[in-house]
Every structure is written in C-alpha cells, then in structure tokens.
C-alpha cells in the first residue's frame, strides 16, 4: 500500500551544521509534497513544499530535494541553529483532499 | 493568517465518558480535518470535512462521530472513551494546494 517513511527516528547536530532529513515515499503518481515542523506542545507548521515537476526548491535556511527515480525526498537546514529543534515530516498528496504522513525525525541541535 | 483554534490543550477524562473535542477556523475553508498523533504512527486522519453536514470516513474512524453544522466549526466527538484513544488530537483545515493549517493540538488522556 501506499506509504511515507523516514531513515531515521532521530538526529543529533552540532549548532552551525547542516542537518540533513530524509524521506521516502512509495506512490509515485504523487504530485506534491511538503514538509512541515512540529515544535513540543504545537501543531504542525508548513515549512516547504515541492512539485513533482521539480527536483529542488529552497527557502530561507532550508532546502527540499526531490528525486523522483527513487521515491525520495530530503529536507536540508543549513545553519542548524536551536529554534530548529522539533520534529520534521513529510507528506505526500494522495489525492481526494488527503495527505500521507511520515511518522516524523526528531532533530536535536546540540549546543 | 489562517487561525485553527482547538478549544482545550489538555483533557483527561473517564473511560465510557462522551467527548466533545472542538475546532473553530477563521478563514472560511470548506475543508477541515480531524487526526489523532501517535509515537512510531505518525498523523491518521479520522474524519474529514469538506462541507458544512457533509462528513466521510478517515482511516480510522471507530469509536468516533462528526459534526460539521457551521462552516467555521468541525467537532470530533468519541462516543464512550476508551483507553486506547488516549492520543494527541490535531484539528487541520486546507483551503488551497499548499497543505494544511494545523490547530495547537489536544491532548486527551483516558483513564
């Protein structure tokens, strides 16, 4: 069945690295994806999003990569600063107004 | 912005009990969301929306039920609480392709 998952469950960084966030996904006739960050005791925050008809997109900080060969999409924070500290998951549009969701990485930044 | 307003952070209640767990957005969405969060599962969509009395199925809609009487307001309601629906509840509408508001979230404990 369809599905959204991620590498790792969690992931340490120094403060001032770049964190790297993976996720992989099993439709391939998924035409949108996004990224959102959940910091503790809050909802989910839209972060980035990306097409399918692109194989990169970036924002301020951070960049989403999309490789449609093998179901695989990254998030990647350069500068890794505190306030990143949350848990990031991706989602994938399944069509009829619903989104798939990863079951998340923690990010820890490490002071 | 759009403003996704959970009415309470925190509920504990009694196994058997009826709750009402309340979602009120601002910005005239038709479609809104109820899923509940749990560790290694990621989000699970419940219910959903896309119309003032018009309700479909999530993934996981046992041992719940709906209400959408006004546009603004979406009510998940679990008709006779269960320990293993003790969850984080999150409330979301989507009124464009860019994914989801998410409210703050409800943590209900069923003891």
């Known amino acids: 069945g369809e599905s959204v998952g991620l590498h790792l469950p969690t992931l340490s960084v120094q403060e001032g690295d770049n964190s790297i966030i993976n996720c992989a996904y099993s439709n391939s006739a998924s035409d949108y994806f996004i990224w959102y960050k959940q910091e503790s005791g809050k909802g989910p925050q839209f972060i980035i999003d990306i097409r399918s008809n692109m194989d990169k997109r970036q924002g301020q900080r951070v960049t989403v990569l999309l490789n449609k060969t093998v179901k695989h999409l990254s998030l990647q924070i350069a500068a890794t600063q505190p306030g990143d500290s949350a848990v990031y998951f991706c989602?994938?549009?399944?069509?009829?107004?619903?989104?798939?969701f990863g079951t998340g990485t923690r990010l820890k930044v490490l002071a | 912005d759009v403003k996704v307003t959970q009415s309470s952070r925190y509920l504990v209640k009694r196994t058997g009990e009826k709750v009402f767990l309340e979602c009120v957005q601002d910005?005239?969405?038709?479609?809104m969301f109820w899923y509940r969060q749990d560790p290694g599962l990621g989000l699970r969509l419940i219910y959903f929306s896309y119309d003032v009395k018009m309700k479909e199925k999530g993934d996981i809609p046992e041992g719940y039920s709906v209400s959408r009487e006004k546009k603004e307001r979406f009510s998940l309601i679990l008709e006779s609480a269960s320990t293993n629906q003790t969850s984080m509840y999150l409330c979301?509408?989507?009124?464009?392709?860019?994914?989801?508001?998410f409210g703050s979230g409800t943590r209900l404990t069923v003891v």
């Open positions: 989602a994938e549009y399944s069509g009829t107004y619903k989104y798939i």
């Open positions: 979301a509408t989507r009124g464009s392709r860019r994914g989801y508001t």
């Open positions: 910005m005239d969405h038709e479609n």
